[in-house]
């Protein structure tokens, strides 16, 4: 049976995302949100992808670059962590990961293809752990991370940034 993360279990910044997560089906949470995320960014107008809310804020289309880009990173955490390989992880830096990411050259339609294909990747990846695997934990960034952390911090970080999406890149002035 499934538990949610104590707050020994990750970075005190990650607080902001675990708390949005509800409940204790995380692998569901994981499948419910990928179908969710994708509706939405299905309905984003191409004009609306190069939008930015203010000066220096990332286009929507970056947001959703930083969303998978961050998956990414959690996720091998999390399988890095849960197959008990030695050895700490790096930190990675947001914004050199966007700079480097070649987002404008990145068909939206082929992000939303990695979306639903890495998403399904991250659950069945953590679908298949057992109790063992998910209270296995790693040093990234200098910092203790469970597995069981990782995935709550993927679904309240994937949350986060559609809120933010809604508020601040869909709404109409």
């Given at each position: ?39 939405l ?16 804020k ?86 203790l ?29």
């Open positions: 049976m499934q538990r949610r993360p104590e707050s020994s279990e990750y970075f005190e910044y990650y607080e902001t995302y675990v708390k949005q997560v509800t409940g204790t089906d995380i692998v569901g949470a994981l499948r419910r949100q990928n179908h969710e995320s994708r509706e960014l299905a309905t984003v107008s191409p004009d609306r992808l190069d939008f930015r809310y203010a000066p220096g990332w286009s929507l289309k970056e947001v959703v670059a930083h969303v998978l880009d961050t998956e990414w990173v959690f996720a091998s955490r999390a399988l890095h962590f849960a197959r008990a390989v030695p050895g700490a992880l790096p930190g990675v830096d947001q914004d050199d990961m966007i700079a480097a990411g070649n987002v404008a050259g990145r068909p939206y339609a082929a992000m939303l293809t990695e979306w639903n294909h890495l998403r399904e990747a991250s659950a069945l990846m953590f679908a298949s752990l057992d109790d063992a695997g998910w209270d296995r934990t790693g040093i990234a960034s200098g910092k991370f469970t597995v069981r952390a990782l995935a709550y911090i993927i679904v309240g970080h994937e949350r986060h940034h559609m809120n933010v999406i809604r508020e601040r890149y869909l709404r109409e002035p």
